[in-house]
Each structure stands twice: as C-alpha cells, then as structure tokens.
C-alpha cells in the first residue's frame, strides 16, 4: 500500500549541478504529474504525463525534463539547476479528474 | 485561463470553535471538479474533501463542509468543533471534468492556525 513514493526527501544542489527526482507510484494510474510549491503561489504544474511515453508541459517547464517509460515511474530532471529552481517538489498521481490526486511525499531541493 | 484565488493568507480559530476558509475560482466551464487539500507540518497532501460542480448539494465530510456558490464562483470551507490537528496549510483547487487530464489549478493557499 505504498502509493506515491518520492524520492529523495531533500537536497542541496550547487548552482549547475543536475539531478534527478524520482517518483514511482503502485496503483497503476495513468496520470501523473509533478508540481512545485513555492510560498504565496500555491501548487504549479510543471509537466505531466496521461500515459506510458505520453508527457507534456504544464504552467512552468523551463528548466526540466520528463520521460515516462513505464506506468509506474514519472522522474523529473533539473538539467543545469539554478536559484530560481530552490522549491517543494511533488509528485502526484490520479486515475481521473473526479477522484483527485495521490501526492508523495515532496522533495525540498535548495539550489545554492 | 482558470483561476483560483485564495485572499485570505492566514487564518485562527479557538479550539472547539467554526472557521471558514475562502475560495474563489474564474472560469468559462460549466462542468468542473472543486477540491481542499490540506498540507499539515509534515508537508504531506491530504484531500478533504471534493465538490463536482453539476451537483447541487453541497460536499459534506464530517467536521468539514463545503459552502458552493456556482454562479458566485465561490466554494467555501467551513470546518466545525475545530481541532488541533486541522491546523495546516489548506489549499483550494479546479479542474475541469472534460479534457484536462486531471490537471489541478490550485490556489495560494491559507494557513489555519488552530488556538488550544
């Protein structure tokens, strides 16, 4: 009953440094999104994908890459981090528009 | 574009006590979902409750309950005998039933600060 699985938790990044947020979800939805949260701006979508090798851009792409090969795995790339980028990442999942979202757990990132 | 607006930055309530949180939405569907989420210190998403928008009644979940003006553009939380653990950040969001995937637009969110 594992849900959402976001990982990792937290991270430091130096301005430049690339990574990768993993997220893996176990209740073969096929929505799948990733959200950023920053104070006073609520959630905004960055990507999201209706299905295995099916992605497309949300609200605010720039600086991140998707893929999703499998139903289960959703990772979101940060190419070449920037300050702009320090944020509370989520991972979302949601087998429709009725029924809302599973979230994981966010991703505190802190890019210096 | 659908908006969501939350205008209430932070709000309190006593213990034991009724708050309302506000909400309002822009949009030109007719037919759309209306979410709260609340996000507790331990930043976990949590749905509370969940409102579709070709139905009348109003969503009720326990302690909490939606007030939803549709021509208004308006869906309001009210919750009831509040408790320390409703304390949390709550978010309002939209999506719309057809064509977006499940895609949410959520608001700026309100912190609910809950007095002992």
């Known amino acids: 009953n594992a849900g959402v699985t976001q990982t990792p938790k937290f991270q430091v990044l130096k301005t430049g440094q690339s990574m990768t947020l993993q997220c893996t979800q176990d209740?073969?939805?096929?929505?799948m999104y990733w959200y950023r949260q920053d104070p006073g701006m609520g959630l905004r979508l960055i990507h999201y994908s209706v299905g295995a090798g099916i992605t497309d851009q949300g609200e605010v792409p720039n600086g991140y890459n998707v893929s999703r090969s499998t139903t289960e795995d959703f990772p979101l790339r940060l190419l070449s981090a920037a300050p702009s980028q320090t944020s509370v990442y989520f991972c979302a999942s949601s087998s429709g528009t009725r029924r809302g979202y599973t979230f994981g757990s966010g991703t505190r990132l802190t890019v210096v | 574009a659908q908006t969501v607006t939350q205008s209430q930055p932070e709000m309190s309530v006593q213990e034991a006590e009724t708050v309302t949180l506000s909400c309002t939405y822009d949009t030109s569907e007719s037919d759309y979902y209306l979410f709260w989420y609340k996000q507790p210190p331990s930043r976990q998403m949590i749905l509370v409750i969940r409102q579709e928008a070709y139905k009348q009644q109003n969503a009720t979940e326990n302690r909490f309950s939606v007030n939803f003006q549709k021509a208004a553009k308006s869906f309001s939380l009210k919750i009831s005998d509040s408790q320390l653990g409703d304390a949390a950040m709550y978010f309002c969001?939209?999506?719309?039933?057809?064509?977006?995937?499940?895609?949410?637009?959520f608001g700026q969110g309100t912190i609910l600060t809950v007095h002992p």
């Open positions: 209740m073969n939805h096929n929505y």
């Open positions: 969001a939209y999506s719309t039933r057809v064509g977006s995937y499940g895609k949410l637009t």
